[in-house]
C-alpha cells in the first residue's frame, strides 16, 4: 500500500511539474487540461499521506506532505480565479436597453449525424449568430433550413474535421477565409453590422490541438490563436474571438493571449462552464471559447444541452456598453517578444 501510494504521489507531482515547462511538444502541454481534475486528485493523496502519518510520521511522508500540499496550493490559486469567488474580467450587464448579440458556438463532432438535435437546439436557443466547427459537407446540407431565417453565412465545409460554418441573422461585410497558419486549417474574419454606426469585429478559430494523433506540438496552436490576439488588439472597435480554441483559460499560451489581445475572458469569476468532453463527467475542461473586448458587458454565460457532440454548446448574450470595470490584462516587452517568436515558429 505505501508503495502505491509514493508511485501515486509521484506521478501526480510530475504531471503537476510538466506544464511549467515552456515547451511545445504535446506531453508537456496536455497536462494543462485536468487541472481541476489533478486537485482532487492531490487532495484525497495528501488525505492517504496525512492518516498515515498521524501517529509516526516518517521522514518521506512528511516530504510528500509538504510537497503533495505546495501543489495543491498551487492548483487552487490558478482555479481560483474560474470560480464564482474570483474577480470578473468582464462586467455584468446594466440594461437590456443596450446593443446586444446573442452567440452560439459548437463543435459539432464531424461524425455525429444526429443532426436534429443540433437544428433543435438552435432553433429552441435562437441566436443572432451560430459557429458550429468540425463541420463537412453532410453537416452543411442538413442545416440549409437556416439560410431563411439566418441570410448571411460564411461555409468552409471540410472533411478533414476544420470545416467552419457561420449563420447570421445580422449583416456582415468585410468577410474572408484565412488560412493563418496551416493551408488546411481556416479561420474567419468579418464585420457583423448591428446598424449603419455600430459594427462587431468577429474572429472565428479551430486550431490544432496538441495531441499525437492530430499535432504532436502546440505550436501551431499557439501561433495561430496569439496571430489572432494581436489582430484583435490592432482592431479599435468591438471585437470578438469564438470558437474551439483546443486550450483551457488557465493555460500559459491563453493567458499569452488574452495580454496579447487586450481582450476578456467571460469564464473568469463567473465559473468553469466546461464544454469537453461531453461524454465523460470526469474528464471535463473549457475548450470552447467566447473572448470580448472591452466594450462589451455580459447579460449571461451558458452551456447548452448535449446534442451527441463530444463537445457541449456554448452560448452567451453580451450587450455593447460603457464601463469601467472590465479588467484586462497587458503583456510586458518579455511577453510581446515571446508572442512574436512563437508566430514566427508556426509560421516556418
Request: proline residues 5%; negative net charge; charged residues 25%.
Amino acid at each position: 500500500m505505501r508503495q502505491i501510494l509514493i508511485t501515486i504521489s509521484v506521478l501526480i507531482l510530475i504531471s503537476g511539474l510538466l506544464p511549467l515547462i515552456k515547451h511545445d511538444n504535446w506531453t508537456f502541454r496536455v497536462f494543462e487540461y485536468p487541472r481541476v481534475q489533478k486537485f482532487i486528485i492531490t487532495l484525497v493523496i495528501l488525505a492517504f499521506w496525512l492518516i498515515k502519518s498521524y501517529r509516526n510520521p516518517e521522514w518521506l511522508d512528511l516530504f510528500f506532505i509538504i510537497t503533495i500540499s505546495s501543489l495543491a496550493i498551487f492548483l487552487a490559486v490558478k482555479i481560483f480565479p474560474f470560480t464564482s469567488f474570483g474577480e470578473k474580467m468582464i462586467a455584468d450587464s446594466q440594461s437590456d436597453e443596450s446593443d446586444s448579440i446573442h452567440l452560439m458556438v459548437l463543435n459539432v463532432y464531424q461524425h455525429n449525424t444526429e443532426y436534429k438535435k443540433t437544428i433543435s437546439l438552435i432553433e429552441k436557443v435562437n441566436p443572432d449568430v451560430f459557429f458550429l466547427v468540425e463541420t463537412n459537407q453532410a453537416w452543411a446540407d442538413a442545416i440549409q433550413g437556416f439560410k431563411k431565417d439566418y441570410p448571411y453565412q460564411i461555409e468552409v465545409p471540410l472533411e478533414n474535421t476544420y470545416g467552419l460554418l457561420f449563420y447570421s441573422k445580422y449583416e456582415f461585410t468585410n468577410e474572408s477565409v484565412n488560412y493563418l497558419i496551416d493551408d488546411e486549417i481556416p479561420s474567419i474574419e468579418l464585420d457583423l453590422v448591428l446598424s449603419p454606426e455600430k459594427s462587431i469585429r468577429i474572429y472565428g478559430i479551430h486550431p490544432t490541438p496538441p495531441v499525437p494523433s492530430e499535432n504532436p506540438r502546440s505550436t501551431d496552436r499557439d501561433a495561430e490563436i496569439l496571430k489572432v490576439g494581436k489582430k484583435a488588439k490592432e482592431h479599435a472597435g468591438p471585437c470578438i474571438v469564438i470558437g474551439d480554441l483546443n486550450d483551457v483559460g488557465w493555460s500559459y499560451s491563453s493567458e499569452l493571449f488574452l495580454k496579447i489581445s487586450g481582450l476578456l475572458d467571460l469564464r473568469r469569476g463567473r465559473g468553469l462552464f466546461n464544454t469537453f468532453h461531453a461524454k465523460y463527467f470526469f474528464l471535463r475542461w473549457p475548450l470552447d471559447h467566447i473572448f470580448v473586448s472591452e466594450h462589451f458587458t455580459l447579460n449571461r454565460i451558458n452551456i447548452h444541452p448535449d446534442v451527441n457532440s463530444d463537445h457541449f454548446p456554448i452560448g452567451c448574450v453580451l450587450h455593447l456598453e460603457n464601463n469601467g470595470n472590465n479588467q484586462s490584462m497587458e503583456a510586458n516587452e518579455e511577453e510581446e517578444e515571446e508572442v512574436e517568436e512563437k508566430i514566427e515558429e508556426g509560421e516556418e
